[in-house]
């Protein structure tokens, strides 16, 4: 899990619908970005109650990293999301010491004038 937030609360006994979609694919893991949100069929109405992104990697029988598809985003919100994907990738690199800061795409344009 790399990142979870909960802006609202959901009651107990409440309905509870997870809408999960690939944000971004890399050689052989994807990021995977899901929104929670609190179903009330009598309001008619959804809440956005919390959002988690998650990394998976894609293995074989032996459990080995196999390449994946990549994919195009289409929407506003998925290009957001997919470009927002690789900055968090580069940071999990940096922080993991897989990556030096310098080599960063994405995070230098952040800081730079």
């Known amino acids: 899990m790399n990142h979870v937030s ?11 619908v997870l809408e999960a979609k690939v944000s971004r694919a890399f050689s052989t893991s994807m990021e995977i970005y899901v929104d929670v949100w ?17 990394t998976f990697v894609a293995v074989d029988e032996y459990n080995k990293p196999v390449p994946i598809p990549q994919m195009e985003p289409e929407t506003d919100l998925e290009k957001e999301r997919y470009a927002a994907a690789f900055r968090r990738r580069e940071l999990s690199l940096i922080l993991s010491g897989r990556m030096k800061p310098k080599d960063s795409v994405e995070l230098k344009k952040l800081f730079q004038d």
Do not use: M, R, S, W
């Open 38 to 54: 609190l179903d009330d069929p009598i309001a008619n109405k959804k809440i956005h109650t919390n959002e988690g992104i998650y």
């Open 6 to 16: 909960f802006n609202h609360p959901i009651p107990e006994g409440g309905i509870v």
